[in-house]
């Protein structure tokens, strides 16, 4: 019988580590830590609460920080700990960490999404030859590559181009024509490759799902919003659980199609976050897929509308310990607000209480409400700084003031969503 203490490896991102720590030390296991070195703003104010005493953050037993590029060194760390520790999980919830998240399951022979979902899900051109029958028309290209580029795609526009292996709409645009297909792509460096692909016009969804012991226990349609129609990227502005903007059918669709893709990866236990679009002709149309859990505020809205965390259960999964999940019992949305580029000075509300991610240093665990409460809002969310520069959205990161609200009917969530947007100024200077 080993000596060793036993102890759960999660790679995630510190912002949204919180719940995972709950659940790991819940199990009674030490927690292991591999993140990234801080480089966003929201990280580095993480950080520095890692050694607070009365922080969530107390829960770490050890952490370590590599870049997930850097394998030697995480297969290394891992070596190391687990000659004092007994690793009994793996866990990623961190995009860039998925593919040596994978290695390191294969490594000590634990569950996880497995190899082939580890590398496929972390390079979107891949993700277009595997799953070519739900992808839409595709190119990979290189600097100068526009005549080729129009030849494949019968010289359709208008076009989207995205970097293969990024996340958080980085880099995602619309190209409207070929002189902005052909500056795009004089533009690259000699080396950068990027995929051009055909302009899917329809709503747009996520689907997520927990895969335990290679099968899928559970699976919801998350409806999504976009800042497409303002301009030329792709920032994604809200998001609805359950989705309210579906038909049966199309529900059923697109869960159809999702399990075919987890089947199709091979995924033996953790979740998976796919995104597609419902096209004009009602194909399905993947646009990426993640295996991991969804970002933004998706993963608390489950909990607001099923009153369960499902952070607690995927790492259930990964433990390979019995896994059921609720199906929701009311409606969450979360939105962003829209800003005007300055510097940020406040944000005032009548409803709720601004709560200043700089204060925390991660998100807060919503407190789910019972099913028949009236609507509420349950996190106002400023995720930067007083003083930060507030500017245009091209990515996720831009965004500044976020909402997280529920409602017993779809109806109440949205006439609740209207009075939240009349109650809340972001104030620059």
């Given at each position: 019988?080993?000596?060793?203490?036993?102890?759960f490896?999660?790679?995630t991102?510190?912002?949204?580590?919180?719940?995972?720590?709950?659940a790991v030390?819940g199990?009674?296991?030490?927690?292991?830590?591999?993140?990234g070195?801080a480089?966003?703003?929201m990280?580095?104010?993480?950080?520095?609460y890692?050694?607070?005493p009365?922080?969530?953050?107390?829960?770490?037993?050890?952490?370590?920080?590599v870049?997930?590029?850097e394998?030697?060194?995480?297969l290394?760390?891992?070596?190391?700990?687990?000659d004092?520790?007994?690793?009994?999980?793996?866990?990623?919830?961190s995009?860039?960490?998925?593919?040596?998240?994978?290695?390191v399951?294969?490594?000590?022979?634990?569950?996880?999404?497995?190899?082939?979902?580890?590398?496929?899900?972390?390079?979107?051109?891949?993700?277009?030859?595997y799953l070519?029958?739900w992808?839409?028309i595709?190119?990979?290209?290189?600097?100068?590559?526009?005549?080729?580029?129009l030849?494949e795609?019968?010289?359709?526009?208008?076009?989207?181009?995205?970097?293969?292996n990024?996340?958080?709409?980085?880099g995602?645009?619309?190209?409207?024509?070929?002189?902005?297909l052909?500056?795009?792509?004089?533009?690259?460096?000699?080396?950068?490759?990027?995929?051009?692909?055909?302009?899917?016009?329809g709503?747009?969804?996520?689907?997520?799902?927990?895969?335990a012991?290679?099968?899928?226990?559970?699976?919801s349609?998350?409806e999504?919003?976009?800042?497409?129609?303002?301009?030329?990227?792709f920032v994604?502005?809200?998001?609805?659980?359950p989705a309210?903007?579906v038909?049966?059918?199309?529900?059923?669709?697109?869960?159809?199609?999702?399990?075919?893709?987890?089947?199709?990866?091979?995924?033996g236990?953790?979740?998976?976050h796919?995104?597609?679009?419902i096209?004009?002709?009602?194909r399905?149309?993947?646009m990426?897929?993640?295996?991991?859990?969804?970002g933004?505020?998706?993963?608390?809205?489950?909990?607001?509308?099923?009153?369960k965390?499902?952070?607690?259960t995927?790492?259930?999964a990964a433990?390979?310990?019995?896994?059921?999940?609720?199906?929701?019992t009311?409606?969450?949305?979360?939105i962003?607000?829209?800003?005007?580029?300055?510097t940020?000075a406040?944000?005032?509300?009548?409803?709720?209480?601004?709560?200043?991610?700089?204060?925390?240093?991660?998100?807060?665990?919503?407190?789910p409400?019972?099913?028949?409460?009236?609507?509420?809002?349950?996190?106002?969310?400023?995720?930067?700084?007083?003083?930060?520069?507030?500017?245009?959205?091209?990515?996720?990161?831009?965004?500044?003031?976020?909402?997280?609200?529920?409602?017993?009917?779809?109806?109440?969530l949205?006439?609740?969503e209207?009075?939240?947007?009349?109650?809340?100024?972001?104030?620059?200077?």
């Amino acid at each position: 019988m080993s000596s060793r203490e036993r102890a759960f490896l999660l790679f995630t991102d510190l912002p949204k580590a919180g719940p995972y720590l709950e659940a790991v030390v819940g199990h009674g296991l030490r927690c292991l830590v591999v993140t990234g070195p801080a480089t966003w703003p929201m990280e580095k104010i993480a950080l520095s609460y890692v050694h607070e005493p009365a922080h969530p953050f107390a829960q770490i037993e050890e952490i370590a920080f590599v870049r997930a590029e850097e394998t030697p060194q995480i297969l290394a760390q891992v070596a190391g700990w687990n000659d004092r520790f007994e690793i009994v999980g793996v866990f990623a919830s961190s995009e860039p960490f998925v593919e040596p998240a994978g290695l390191v399951a294969d490594l000590l022979d634990l569950r996880g999404v497995g190899l082939r979902a580890s590398r496929v899900c972390r390079d979107k051109g891949l993700q277009r030859q595997y799953l070519r029958q739900w992808s839409p028309i595709s190119v990979a290209a290189r600097a100068g590559e526009h005549e080729r580029v129009l030849r494949e795609l019968d010289g359709r526009f208008p076009l989207i181009t995205k970097p293969p292996n990024m996340y958080c709409s980085i880099g995602v645009r619309v190209l409207a024509d070929e002189t902005q297909l052909t500056e795009h792509l004089a533009g690259l460096e000699p080396a950068a490759t990027v995929l051009i692909e055909e302009y899917v016009a329809g709503r747009e969804f996520s689907v997520e799902s927990v895969v335990a012991a290679g099968e899928q226990v559970f699976s919801s349609v998350t409806e999504k919003a976009t800042n497409e129609e303002e301009g030329e990227f792709f920032v994604e502005m809200a998001h609805t659980v359950p989705a309210t903007n579906v038909t049966d059918a199309e529900r059923a669709a697109l869960e159809s199609a999702h399990a075919s893709i987890v089947e199709r990866l091979g995924i033996g236990a953790g979740m998976t976050h796919g995104e597609y679009r419902i096209a004009g002709d009602g194909r399905v149309v993947l646009m990426e897929i993640a295996a991991r859990p969804p970002g933004d505020g998706i993963l608390q809205l489950y909990h607001l509308a099923t009153g369960k965390s499902m952070e607690a259960t995927v790492i259930d999964a990964a433990l390979g310990l019995p896994v059921t999940y609720p199906a929701p019992t009311r409606w969450a949305r979360q939105i962003y607000f829209d800003h005007k580029p300055g510097t940020l000075a406040d944000v005032t509300t009548g409803m709720g209480r601004p709560e200043w991610l700089v204060d925390l240093g991660l998100w807060p665990t919503p407190a789910p409400a019972a099913a028949p409460e009236p609507a509420g809002i349950r996190h106002l969310l400023v995720l930067k700084g007083r003083g930060d520069r507030l500017t245009s959205y091209t990515d996720s990161f831009g965004r500044a003031v976020t909402a997280l609200f529920d409602a017993p009917t779809p109806a109440e969530l949205d006439a609740y969503e209207t009075a939240l947007r009349a109650s809340v100024e972001i104030v620059n200077e």
